[in-house]
């Protein structure tokens, strides 16, 4: 639910629902986040080897009108074979004639090489035109999914192998699962919330942890203060500054009220 809602501040598009219900039972976001058609493989492989392509017309036909998306997991036998004859011969003018686009997703093989393939015969097959800056841009009747192996690092991989073979970056959209959601820890960026002072008896102590093993979980005392340029100092040296840390809760009392837009639109005016 945590991870979930994290990945909504910054995007609308989500399968998981604990998120969806989190925004809106502790934030006040009547939905959240929203999705698209989309199977996963059994729903191929039931019809058989030999139905594959009944399997991907079935999907046109239910899901595919003017205007919208739906995604097709196409790996479940031969990934090439799919976008070059399934998709891009013996079902190309059916799903043109339904104005809709189909995002095409492989879901094994090595990413950074299966999502060029898998780029360039989509092309082939569909043809583009050049965008402004003089990348590649698919039809509009097919895009491309890449959420196997995704992570921070294979991303930008993707991203840099297509811009090197001369496709834009618009064509492809990634999964955010397991190791994009849960994989993060306190330990990514160094990020630990700790206790930094205590009063005792009317007056303040510095609480804090300095291990003479790992400076690097050396802990930040006393009282604290954050600044518009994300610099944490402690409240005595803040001066004429305004101090962005609010009161939100305290002593099992609610303090302020925060709505989901409203952590969209902070993340949006957060220095970068």
Known sequence: ??????????????????????????????????????????????????????????????????????????????????VSHIWGEQLKDKLIQSEATLVIRPDSGKPQEVVLEVMQRAYEKFGGQLNTKGYKV??????????????????????????QSGFASENIAFGMGGALLQKPNRDTLSFAMKTSAICIDGSWRDVFKDPITDSGKRSKKGRLAVT???????????????????????NGELLKEIDFDSIRKNSQTMPQ
């Open 1 to 82: 639910m945590l991870g979930g809602m994290a990945h909504l501040v910054n995007f609308q598009g989500s399968d998981t629902l604990a998120a969806i219900v989190g925004a809106r039972r502790y934030y006040n976001a009547q939905m959240a986040g929203f999705s698209i058609p989309a199977n996963e493989h059994s729903t191929i492989t039931s019809w058989g080897k030999e139905g594959e392509t009944e399997a991907y017309a079935n999907m046109i036909e239910r899901f595919g009108t003017k205007g919208k998306i739906f995604a097709v997991v196409s790996d479940s036998y031969d990934i090439y074979h799919a």
């Open 138 to 163: 698919l039809d509009k009747s097919v895009r491309i999914i890449q959420g196997d192996g995704v992570n921070a690092d294979s991303i930008c991989e993707i991203l840099e192998i297509l811009k």
């Open 228 to 250: 518009h340029n994300l610099q944490t100092l402690r409240l005595e040296d803040l001066g004429d500054s305004e101090n962005l840390l609010k009161p939100i809760y305290r």
